[in-house]
RNA sequence: GGACCCGUGGUGUAGCGGCCCAACAUGCCAGCCUGUCACGCUGGAGAUCGCCGGUUCGAAUCCGGUCGGGUCCGCCA
């Protein structure tokens, strides 16, 4: 079917454009089908597959070669104008391509007055036969390149008034306040639109896999109950029970426990998250997750889904980038660390970090004196690490670059950063050398296996530190030595997290990722404390050794998600969250109702949360999630088109019972004055004061979007 | 909460004590042009240099503050 334009200039145009040009004015277009006996099945068709429409036959992308000498409309924006006099070529724009059309004063006068007046991003519909180009006039550069739309007809359907920046070039760099401002003309430039695609590509295949796996997509609420959790909430106030409040869920966590409880064996929800949490490059306070959790499951069964769903979206979304590894390598916890340094390691590139204790002779006599220098012995009498990584060709450095590393290395969190750089005849040089000797020097460079014009950092710390900082210098060095493949995805596992961390602040453990995460069987046992008593931990219970049924996945170096396999027994719940320092009562305030769900059946399950803003982030090759969000706020979580947040009205507030008294720094004092300092065990009546917020507990699976990113 | 970077016609940059009532590119406006595709040519308009204060004979330029944007640390696990 043909839609056929009926009428021309019926209503004037409201809106002259600023520039002030002299126009007649332009009809509102009425259109009417052709065929008026449209079929169920044609209609159907119509609206799913063509995206015809009165206004348009085909899209700006559509048009072929083999199309030549048939009628076709188009509509779209005025991409580009270029004026000849008797001929303008107009390059039409809509999201699927671009297509020149042709007005020629001989061929359609009336045609041709329009194109003279109209301007960039003009809304224009334009009706004429379809032509192959002339030969050496095709652009091969557009997929339409071989052909042209002869216009004989020309409407302006909407005016445009000159666009604050360039929207019909790629490339031209634009301040990102200004961009954010009219998001909607960023969004019609060809970097968003095709960001967005992806991700739309990206969520559909995600879809695809589970509803093919035998998923059961169920939305789940937003608002909800406060849980305290590992980030501040979000909160809206009730109108109907005034002085109370819901909060926005931090991800759907405990909802979907419960649909586990209720039967629905495999879930999963592309979630909105909300955490009122300051924000980064990878953070917004608004961010999407793909939730999903799974009955009767063990750690692999998650794992082995995932992995294949996550192969799969992947070689569908972005077919041309290879999979540095399949199946994705499996490390756990004390693996990534020991040779990444990160439980999210970058392992695109090599780089490991490599234990130096036994080239120091540290194996032969541990202690005092063992090394020759005194940090290195104070370090490994302490129970330190002193590790390394080579820093391939970069033997050369100048003073300038090594003291910048060990100023970074110190941000990180070390004292103090050892150098041995080998020049190019394999000749080791460190301002510790008159300490360690020439000999121990030589086994260093040989025990990391530092070439000529490489250079060999070292960290002597506690173990942790060390790890993390040599895995922080080694994902900078990656990435500005340009190790890593930008084209590689290199997918990877981390499981067999510690259970808790000892929180001594608080005098409890503290849950490392979820409070619901459960204990590998045979660590079982260890969730007791050494006094007996289940609620007086202390840093000496065996606890302290449980490893939890917790996998993260992580790609090119971001934490992409992670999660577990849970708890579902309540006495072993009600144990692990002793150990995090809950009495009964607190217990029964806070998961109250996901406790009870488990006195009902609850089956084993486990599953998983994935950020889908660092997943679309990492396939469109960005190192920030706002270049694949439609609408992102700024890092001081504006937003700039909207302007929100906006002070409400004042008849809002009255409607809600609340009152602005200002002054947030006062309020807190004040607050924090009337001791509203957390008891130790059994304080179960006040939630955390807001300068105690994150020692809680990590409320959820993954993170995803809302953790540290490239940076760790 | 802290550190650092940026703010100059619409956009992107240059200028970093007087040579600047600010330069270049592009965009914009007008005119010309029948095969361009970042069309071309000619002419024109457009910024008191984010804002406030200070130093100075003199400030886009130096200093302080403030606002906005960004990056990192903390925070978010």
Redesign the pocket.
């Known amino acids: 079917m043909r839609p056929v334009a009926a009428g021309s200039a019926s209503r004037g145009c409201e809106h002259a ?1 600023d ?4 126009h007649a004015p332009i009809g509102a277009s009425a259109f009417v089908y052709d065929c008026p006996a449209m079929t169920d099945a044609t209609v159907l068709s119509h609206a799913l597959d063509d995206l015809a429409t009165p206004y348009r036959t085909d899209t700006c992308g559509d048009l072929r070669a083999g199309d030549a000498g048939r009628e076709a409309r188009l509509a779209g924006w005025v ?11 107009l ?1 039409l724009r809509d999201r699927h391509g671009i297509t ?1 059309v ?1 007005v ?3 061929e359609s006068p009336e045609a041709h007055a329009v194109a ?2 109209v ?2 991003e003009f809304v224009v519909t334009a009706a004429g036969v379809v ?1 192959r ?2 030969p ?4 091969p ?2 997929a339409t ?1 071989e052909s ?1 739309l ?1 216009a004989r007809e020309l409407q302006v359907l909407s005016e445009a008034k ?5 929207i ?2 790629p490339d ?9 401002r009219y998001r909607y003309l960023d969004i019609r430039r060809e970097p968003m639109r095709d960001r967005l695609l992806l991700r739309s590509n990206l969520v559909r295949a995600i879809r695809d896999a589970h509803h093919r796996a035998g998923f059961v997509e169920i939305e789940t609420p937003i608002l909800i109950k406060s849980t305290p ?4 909430d979000f909160i809206v106030p009730s109108r109907l029970q005034p002085g109370t409040v819901y909060a926005l869920p ?1 991800s759907p966590q405990q909802l979907k426990q419960l649909l586990m409880v209720a039967g629905m064996d495999r879930y999963f929800q592309i979630a909105r998250c909300f ?1 009122d ?7 917004q306070p608004e961010f999407t997750q793909l939730d999903l959790e799974m009955s009767f499951v063990r750690e692999q069964t998650v794992m082995d889904f995932v992995e294949a769903m996550a192969i799969e979206v992947s070689r569908t979304v972005v077919p041309d980038r290879p999979l540095q590894s399949v199946p994705f390598p499996r490390f756990t916890y004390e693996e990534a660390l020991e040779r990444f340094g990160s ?2 390691p970058d392992v695109r590139f090599g780089m490991e970090l490599v234990d130096l204790a036994p080239a120091l002779g540290a194996d032969r006599a541990a202690g005092a004196g063992a090394t020759g220098f005194r940090v290195f012995d104070d370090v490994l009498a302490s129970g330190g690490r002193i590790k390394g990584i080579v820093a391939p060709g970069l033997g050369g450095a100048t003073r300038r670059e090594i003291d910048d590393l060990a100023e970074t290395a110190r ?3 070390a004292k103090g950063l050892v150098h041995v750089s080998v020049d190019e005849d394999g000749v080791a040089h460190s301002s510790v050398a008159k300490f360690l000797g020439e000999e121990r020097l030589r086994s260093l460079v040989v025990a990391a296996a530092a070439g000529p014009g490489d250079l060999l950092l070292i960290v002597a710390d506690r173990p942790e530190v060390t790890a ?1 900082v040599l895995g ?1 210098l080694r994902r900078d060095l990656g990435e500005r030595l340009g190790l890593a493949d930008p084209n590689v995805l290199a997918y990877c596992w981390v499981f067999r997290f510690p259970m808790y961390q000892w929180d001594a602040e608080n005098v409890r453990w ?1 849950a ?2 979820n409070p619901f995460s459960g204990v590998v069987p045979e660590d079982e046992p260890l969730l007791v404390t050494a006094s007996g008593d289940p609620y007086r931990p202390s840093p000496e219970d065996p606890a302290g050794r449980a490893r939890a049924m917790q996998y ?1 996945i ?1 790609l090119n170096g971001w ?1 992409l ?2 999660g577990s396999v849970r708890i579902h027994r309540r006495e072993l719940l009600e144990r692990s969250f002793a150990l995090q320092g809950y009495s009964a009562e607190r217990m029964h305030d806070l998961f109250g109702g996901i406790l009870e769900a488990f006195d009902f059946g609850a089956p084993p399950h486990g599953g998983i949360a994935l950020g889908i803003d660092r997943w679309a982030a990492l396939l469109s090759r960005q ?2 999630i ?1 270049e694949v969000m439609a609408f ?7 937003d ?1 088109m909207l302007d929100a947040p906006a002070a409400p009205d004042p008849a809002q507030y009255a409607e809600l019972g609340l009152r602005f008294v200002g002054d ?2 006062e309020m807190q004092a004040a607050w924090v004055a009337e001791s509203h300092v957390p008891g130790p065990i059994g304080d179960d009546v006040l939630p955390t004061p807001v300068e105690d ?8 699976d ?3 979007t ?7």
């Open positions: 454009r520039r002030g040009a002299e991409h580009r104008r270029r004026d000849h006099g008797h001929l303008i070529f390059d020149q042709v020629d004063a001989h003279s007046r301007r960039p032509a180009r002339l050496g006039m095709e652009n550069a557009l390149g042209e002869r000159t666009p604050p920046f360039y019909n070039d031209a760099p634009i301040d990102e306040s200004v961009r954010l959790e590992g980030a501040r931090q955490r949490e300051d924000l980064r490059g990878d953070r439980d999210k941000r990180y969190g993390d922080r503290d490392t990722h993260d992580a934490e998600g992670g190192t920030n706002r992102p706020k700024t890092s001081s979580g504006a700039l947030r720094e917020r994150g020692k809680e507990s990590r409320p959820d993954g993170p995803a809302h953790t540290s990113g490239p940076a760790s």
